[in-house]
């Protein structure tokens, strides 16, 4: 089983540079044909690059180190290049080092060189002058660079699933999507983020990404807090997923933008739509109506259970990432494709 894994400890050191060469070029008749050492070849780098298959951090090792450099040889041939490590990484990897970001890889090729390759010495050709005609003298390989890196995972999914414990948000991916989320009558089933492509006709892809439930205080990271409160900063839209069933359901939402406010300023004032689920039972039916008078956004009453109204959540999910993709176009920017 390959578990999600966001986080990850990364140890990464560039190739080690090859020694100059030592020699002196003599063959009959031309005995004293002078120095023909060559220089060394440079270590290689180690590069991380973004590759949209990568879902998740489980495949990175904890450490990587570059291919060395060749030596020098004689007849003044340099020693070959080390050969670049690169290692694959998700779509949208914050890359740390003592806490601070030195690298965001948000775009599929995206490259970031986490440790250089060291530079190759030089062989005693490189001394040669009208003062030393017979230079003994060559360096050795320069160390490769060495780093200590945190890589950490903010999930880039079109739509973020937002809700409380036992919402509805795992079952209603599984009824949208071919995710398989665990499912159960109790709180925090959901432990990792889950993503779920939407797959329309026109061979256009939705991804959903389902967010473990939230609960109040989750900005100071109570319950699952902080480690799943930055899945939703990359998500492009918001699908707010409330229990119809429970008495007064639009004091859930007020608390869930409140949360999300917290956390980080502008989030909740992202493109929304709020889904009222578990429309199949009874007290939802007297609910929804009291729902859709105390707030303003648009509401889809639906069951995941029985896949009653999945089709406008379809259409209207399609409606807000159709106008995602047009406003990225408008700046100049590609849209994120999955």
Not at 89 to 113: C, F, M, S
Not at 275 to 299: C, F, M, Y
Request: positive net charge; contains cysteine; hydrophobic residues 35%.
């Amino acid at each position: 089983t390959r578990y999600f894994v966001d986080h990850r400890k990364v140890r990464v050191v560039g190739g080690r540079g090859g020694g100059g060469g030592h020699s002196f070029y003599s063959e009959p008749r031309k005995i004293f044909g002078g120095p023909d050492g060559g220089n060394g070849g440079d270590g290689g780098h180690v590069i991380l690059k973004a590759d949209r298959q990568m879902k998740s951090l489980s495949s990175v090792l904890p450490f990587y180190q570059g291919f060395h450099g060749e030596k020098g040889g004689s007849k003044n041939c340099y020693g070959a290049n080390g050969a670049y490590v690169y290692v694959k990484v998700p779509v949208g990897t914050l890359v740390k080092e003592d806490g601070k970001v030195v690298a965001d890889l948000t775009q599929h090729g995206e490259e970031y060189v986490a440790a250089y390759g060291g530079a190759g010495g030089k062989g005693n050709r490189f001394f040669l002058s009208n003062e030393n005609r017979a230079p003994t003298s060559f360096t050795p390989g320069e160390p490769g660079q060495e780093r200590v890196l945190h890589l950490e995972l903010k999930t880039t999914a079109h739509a973020g699933l937002v809700g409380f414990p036992n919402a509805g948000k795992s079952s209603l991916l599984r009824a949208i999507s071919r995710a398989k989320p665990a499912v159960a009558a109790y709180p925090f089933t959901t432990l990792n983020p889950h993503v779920g492509i939407v797959h329309y006709q026109d061979y256009e892809q939705v991804a959903v990404a389902d967010i473990p439930g939230l609960i109040k205080g989750a900005h100071q990271n109570r319950g699952l807090g902080m480690a799943f409160l930055r899945h939703i900063e990359r998500c492009r839209f918001l699908l707010y997923v409330v229990d119809l069933s429970v008495s007064q359901p639009w004091i859930q939402l007020q608390d869930l933008k409140y949360e999300l406010e917290q956390y980080r300023k502008g989030l909740s004032e992202r493109p929304c739509v709020v889904i009222g689920n578990k429309i199949d039972l009874a007290p939802s039916r007297i609910n929804l109506p009291l729902l859709k008078e105390q707030i303003d956004d648009r509401v889809i009453a639906l069951s995941a259970l029985t896949g009653d109204n999945l089709e406008e959540l379809f259409l209207h999910l399609r409606e807000l990432y159709d106008t995602y993709v047009k406003t990225e176009q408008s700046r100049g920017q590609s849209p994120v494709k999955w």
